[in-house]
């Protein structure tokens, strides 16, 4: 099993220009995330999906958009990049199903790490 | 909101050497877990842990859900377990877990 796997490995972009990172997982998981993590900052979460069809926001989503496509995919969008949105991506996923209150082991994806100037 | 805060922060062993990680929480939690990342990062998660001890090879974890803490063993330290450390705590219903700083970890040969 691939488990989460995530394109582009590495990205740079020009400040203004849009890009769509892509996330997909084999593992029939329910719910799926989009992190950052920036030095010195840990990771903070940008949005997730409970469930196909539904996506929600995290602790920092301005900027981004995302799409749950289809149960195994994910993708998050920046429409018009920033130099602040510098960063490394990750995606995760896991069990947790919409109706349940406990969240279930987080699997993540290698990473997309992106450079805006 | 709830408090995580991991110690040491930083952590220089030699090969073989065994190493405690602990992770406190200021508040009651649903869940708890650990994970490695190595220093190609990647990110690979270790424990899933409420509470009670697991193992898993050379590592260990114990979370003590009543005194707030929980502590990730590592026996036998080798080269590859080298990186950074992390807890992750949330409340019940929440999806956004609340992460620790992390403790950054190296073993010398």
């Known amino acids: 099993n691939a488990g989460v796997t995530q394109t582009p490995k590495f990205q740079v972009l020009k400040t203004g220009q849009s890009m769509t990172l892509q996330c997909a997982q084999d593992m029939n998981h329910n719910s799926m995330y989009w992190y950052r993590q920036d030095p010195g900052m840990g990771l903070r979460l940008i949005y997730y999906s409970a469930s196909e069809g539904t996506t929600d926001k995290g602790e920092v989503p301005n900027g981004y958009n995302v799409s749950r496509l289809n149960k195994r995919e994910f993708s998050l969008r920046l429409e018009s990049a920033a130099p602040s949105q510098t960063s490394v991506y990750f995606c995760?996923?896991?069990?947790?199903?919409?109706?349940?209150?406990?969240?279930?082991?987080?699997?993540f994806g290698n990473g997309t790490r992106l450079t805006v100037t | 909101g709830i408090q995580v805060e991991q110690s040491p922060p930083d952590l220089i062993l030699q090969e073989g050497a065994n190493s405690t990680l602990r992770c406190n929480f200021s508040d009651s939690v649903n869940n708890l877990q650990w994970f490695h990342q190595n220093p190609w990062g990647q990110l690979i998660n270790l424990f899933y842990i409420p509470s009670g001890t697991k193992q898993n090879g050379r590592l260990s974890a114990t979370t003590v859900a009543t005194e707030r803490y929980s502590l990730l063993y590592i026996s036998s330290s080798q080269t590859t377990d080298s990186g950074v450390y992390f807890c992750a705590v949330d409340k019940k219903g929440n999806y956004q877990l609340i992460w620790g700083a992390g403790t950054k970890l190296i073993i010398k040969p």
């Open positions: 995760a996923s896991s069990e947790r199903g919409e109706t349940s209150s406990y969240n279930s082991p987080l699997h």
